[in-house]
């Protein structure tokens, strides 16, 4: 911090200090003259004493926290209604008791001149809020007009020979006259000095009209946020002038009928001005996070409850017991009443900060606090889901929302894990949740913010209000804070999220294979029961009827030329029944040998293009060779295609196979996947690899697929024989 801002906070402590001892002399001598003091001047006076201490305790830690010049202002107005207040009583008591005060007039003048900064000084105040500045550079001679009436009327008030009222500004309960006045004034002064407190009033009027004018074009031009600090202290000032208005017209016609009006109006303006304006900038504060000094006012409140409770405590203790007991001030007493404040200095601590949190951010938490929530409830190792709810829950709280979402990115999508209040229903899926330096608005009442963690979006948290209540810029960052610690733990949720996705997708794929394997198995048992089975049973019954006609040698020769063809027949069928199982020329020869076969057999043109692929594992092959054979069968069965192209590739360890073909197409995000596109899905994903669908109506179809695989050397002779024999056929 630099020498001016360091100065700023002990000149503003001095300010301070200066106004609550004025305030206390003004308390003590109002006290003093309370039996010479008209009722409602005794009423004033004394009010005038807390509005004092208000508007500086408040300018101070304006001044404090943010530095801005409102602060102040409003130490200035608290030193000049101490004044006021102070230099009044002095002067009733030395004009009530002639002789006992020394210059009575002269203080009635003090209590005078200090009304004027009070009151025109918050009003001009009010043209620099709340940034400390103008709304604009052209509002510069607005504001030095202000400032020229204003020095007008303190001149005027000091030198224009006039009956002083007491207690200023005006009171009842005694007058003076101003030893300072100048009777031989020059023409044009008398009239530019404005010396009654009437004019006084018009000249307020028209600094606090300016001032609201000011406000109105801030208002229009400035922030949503903006919007809500400003509009309080608008209100307020309007209402002052109206009122104002109404007691200068009142005053003006006079008569016994405007006389409640004007009562009723006066009091108005008097409540505003002694705690309306500083309780209007106090709802800026803390409603919508003006100056950032909520934490301050938190920690007096704190500390203030606390002080209360401990000397209450310790005061009955000491003096409560000790009366009873006849033993007042012992050192018995003494140490168990420090005892006692001991023990209970920590729950009524904890105690006090609730309290105050309830005082400064009503019913919720305080963003500070849902922070330090979050971050206990991480450090407590809450499971994933619970610390998602446990967030929404502190979140919601602590900004009032109608409705909190906190989405998790799974997939491609997000998916809502957890929503605040318990039992609501997710809303739409959030769409503006990419990085950027706050919360994306979805309107005036919502927001929405990307989780990262290391620049990976995982999710999203959205907030939704009631319709009357905009997202505060403190919720904003409080929901931007949030987020950045959420993180880890969405990760953790997205982490779950996946694993449990993937082992439902291994138990469909499972009961998919065990399903296919079963509907196999029986049309194997079905072909071989329909086809060798049958005939093998022909050729046992021919050879029964070949021995029964062994004296025969013609039927001999037929009955033989049946078997043989029977027995062709029949190893045709097994044959064909073992290439479905797995193909000899496939585990003798390879893709390429097998596909080429296959293509010579299908029903539509097909050509091969798998030049260069050697051999790799049994599994690899069987997985690529019969998703292209179930590809080839859709082909032929769907497409109406009068080609189709089949080709094989190897890069990086991974085998590649892409079929294509002219046929009708169709879209593959209104089709649903049939048992043989879900099998071919299967199979691969089996041995980690992929599949993809590309088709589009009356443009063909590709449908490819890869899977990992390592190239193996040629196979040895002796293995060729190997594989030969263990197909059965050649």
Sequence with gaps: ????????????????????????????????????????????????????????????????????????????????????????????LGIKHPGSLPDPALAGVLAQLAFIPLVCGIAFMFLLFPTGHLPSPRWRPAAGLCILLIALTLIGFLVQPQTIPLPAPGGVSASAQNPLGVHSLPWPLSVLLIGHIDQAWFVFIAVLAVSTVGAITRYRSGSRELRQQIKWIALTAAVAIGCSLVVLASMDLGGHHWVVLTTIADGVVTAIGLAGFPVAIAIAILKYGLYQIDVIISKAVTYGLLSAALTAVYAGI?????????????????????????????????????????????????????????????????????????????????????????WVLVGAGLTARSVWPPGAQPGGTPEMVRRSAGPAVLGPVARAIGVYHQDELLGAITVQKARNEPVSDAEEKLLTDLASQAGLVLRNVRLTAELQATIDDL?????????????????????????????????????????AAAGDPGEV?????????????????????????????????????????????????????????????????????????????????YAGASLATVTVSQLDGRLKFRIADDG????????????????????LSAMGGQLRIESAPGQGTIVTGTVPAIAQPPAHPGNRFSATCHGLWP
């Design 1 to 92: 911090m630099n020498a001016t801002g360091r100065r700023q906070p002990s000149g503003a402590a001095a300010a301070w200090a200066i106004a609550i001892v004025l305030a206390a002399g003004a308390g003590l001598l109002t006290i003093l003259a309370w039996n010479d003091l008209a009722t409602s001047d005794a009423i004033s006076a004394t009010c005038a004493v807390p509005s004092a201490v208000l508007y500086a305790t408040l300018g101070a830690l304006i001044v404090r926290r943010a530095g801005n010049v409102i602060g102040w202002y409003l130490l200035l107005g608290g030193i000049a209604d101490s004044v006021v207040g102070l230099a009044s009583a002095y002067a009733v």
């Design 318 to 406: 000491v003096v409560g017991i000790g009366t009873l007991a006849g033993y007042v001030g012992g050192p018995v007493l003494t140490v168990a009443a420090a005892v006692v404040v001991s023990i209970l200095f920590h729950p009524v601590r904890q105690r006090a900060v609730v309290l105050a949190n309830r005082f400064v951010y009503g019913r919720r938490a305080s963003p500070y606090q849902v922070l330090a929530d979050f971050a206990q409830d991480m450090a407590g190792q809450l499971d994933a889901d619970a610390a998602l709810d446990r967030m929404a829950a502190v979140l919601g709280g602590a900004t009032g929302a109608d409705r909190v979402e906190v």
């Design 507 to 547: 138990r469909a794929s499972r009961r998919r294979l065990v399903q296919a394997q079963d509907q196999e198995r029986q049309r194997i048992e079905r072909n071989l029961h329909d086809g060798a089975q049958q005939q093998l049973v022909a050729l046992s019954v021919q050879i029964g009827m070949l021995e």
């Design 557 to 637: 020769r037929e009955l033989t030329g049946q078997l043989r063809s029977g027995l062709r027949a029949a190893v045709d069928d097994l044959r064909a029944l073992a290439r479905g199982i797995y193909p000899p020329v496939l585990a003798d020869q390879g893709l390429r040998a097998a596909l080429q076969a296959q293509a010579s057999r299908a029903p539509v043109p097909v050509l091969v293009d798998a030049d260069g692929i050697g051999r790799f594992s049994r599994d690899a092959e069987a997985t690529l060779y019969f998703c292209i054979l179930e590809a080839l069968q859709n082909v032929a069965k």
């Design 664 to 683: 009708a197409g169709f879209d593959p995000a209104a089709a649903t996947n049939g048992t043989g596109l879900q099998g071919m899905a299967d199979r």
